[in-house]
């Protein structure tokens, strides 16, 4: 039976996984530096009083991440599934994009441009290899914090306009690595079905083995097949009509 399930699980070796850990953590550090309930007192600009603002980036950063999760580890039973919480994942983080570039424009600043220098330095950070032998979660969580370094040029500085364009960018990177996902997806889904197909096939194949062994018709020689009449059952040819040799069983 192991040719039924697909193979699931394995998140922890994605790149867009790893950027979407950097993602939460790094949004939960950012709400808690620059979005108080009331920031004013520290001179900032953007003022968030029942933390609305707060909550909205922290859940579409948490949703992000924990649907790639999800997805990965439903893809055992379903690539629809999978194709569907991934696609989730892609949404929540385009939201959570779409919050950094409100918190840069409320600041009477604008996003970088993809021409940027400082856009094209962070976005032509190489993430390594997800270097995993027999402890996942602890080598993941380690990985990710590597990883992060690599940003900590723009995400440790006190500029918030500075930390939310480098964040901004990272997603953007994010965002591309899932559409890639789920378009390999989708092929792997047209080249070797679903579930749902796989378990009707191997229901099929299972009744055939319970099926006694086929004898050849005694005018044609071709295989026969069990039929039933008011009589009771015997073997047809599976010519019939062409031949109308049978047999009893």
Same mark, same amino acid.
């Given at each position: 039976?192991?040719?039924?399930? #697909?193979?699931?699980?394995?998140?922890?070796?994605?790149?867009? +996984?790893?950027?979407?850990?950097?993602?939460? =953590?790094? !949004?939960?550090?950012?709400?808690?530096?620059?979005? *108080?309930?009331?920031?004013?007192?520290?001179?900032?600009? +953007?003022? /968030?009083?029942?933390?609305?603002?707060? /909550?909205?980036?922290?859940?579409?950063?948490?949703?992000?991440?924990?649907? =790639?999760?999800? $997805?990965?580890?439903?893809?055992? !039973?379903?690539?629809? !599934?999978?194709?569907?919480? *991934?696609?989730?994942?892609?949404?929540?983080?385009?939201?959570?994009? $779409? /919050?950094?570039?409100?918190?840069?424009?409320?600041?009477?600043?604008?996003?970088?441009?993809?021409?940027?220098?400082?856009?094209?330095?962070?976005?032509?950070?190489?993430?390594?290899?997800?270097?995993?032998?027999? #402890?996942?979660?602890?080598?993941?969580?380690?990985?990710?914090?590597?990883?992060?370094?690599?940003?900590? *040029?723009?995400?440790?500085?006190?500029?918030?306009?500075?930390?939310?364009?480098?964040?901004?960018?990272?997603?953007?990177?994010?965002?591309?690595?899932?559409?890639?996902?789920?378009?390999?997806?989708?092929?792997?889904?047209?080249? *070797? $079905?679903? +579930?749902?197909?796989?378990?009707?096939?191997?229901?099929?194949?299972?009744?055939?083995?319970?099926?006694?062994?086929?004898?050849?018709?005694?005018?044609?020689?071709?295989?026969?097949?069990?039929?039933?009449?008011?009589?009771?059952?015997?073997?047809?040819?599976?010519?019939?009509?062409?031949?109308?040799? !049978?047999?009893?069983?």
């Amino acid at each position: 039976m192991s040719a039924l399930f #697909d193979k699931h699980g394995g998140f922890r070796r994605l790149h867009s +996984f790893t950027l979407a850990t950097i993602v939460q =953590i790094e !949004t939960l550090r950012f709400c808690r530096r620059f979005l *108080t309930h009331d920031v004013r007192e520290a001179g900032a600009k +953007f003022y /968030d009083p029942k933390g609305r603002q707060y /909550d909205q980036m922290t859940q579409a950063a948490r949703s992000g991440r924990q649907n =790639i999760i999800e $997805g990965s580890e439903r893809s055992a !039973t379903s690539k629809d !599934t999978e194709m569907k919480l *991934t696609d989730v994942a892609r949404a929540s983080l385009s939201e959570l994009r $779409g /919050d950094y570039e409100i918190v840069i424009l409320d600041r009477n600043q604008l996003p970088w441009s993809v021409h940027a220098p400082e856009a094209q330095a962070v976005n032509a950070i190489s993430l390594d290899p997800a270097p995993f032998a027999d #402890d996942m979660v602890h080598e993941s969580a380690k990985h990710a914090l590597a990883q992060r370094q690599k940003y900590a *040029t723009w995400l440790d500085v006190d500029d918030a306009v500075v930390v939310a364009n480098a964040m901004h960018v990272i997603i953007g990177r994010a965002l591309n690595m899932l559409k890639r996902q789920i378009e390999a997806q989708g092929q792997a889904f047209e080249a *070797t $079905g679903g +579930f749902s197909e796989r378990l009707m096939a191997k229901r099929i194949e299972a009744r055939a083995k319970d099926q006694p062994a086929s004898p050849a018709c005694p005018l044609c020689g071709q295989p026969m097949r069990q039929r039933k009449s008011a009589k009771g059952a015997f073997w047809g040819c599976s010519t019939y009509p062409d031949c109308k040799g !049978t047999r009893q069983v």
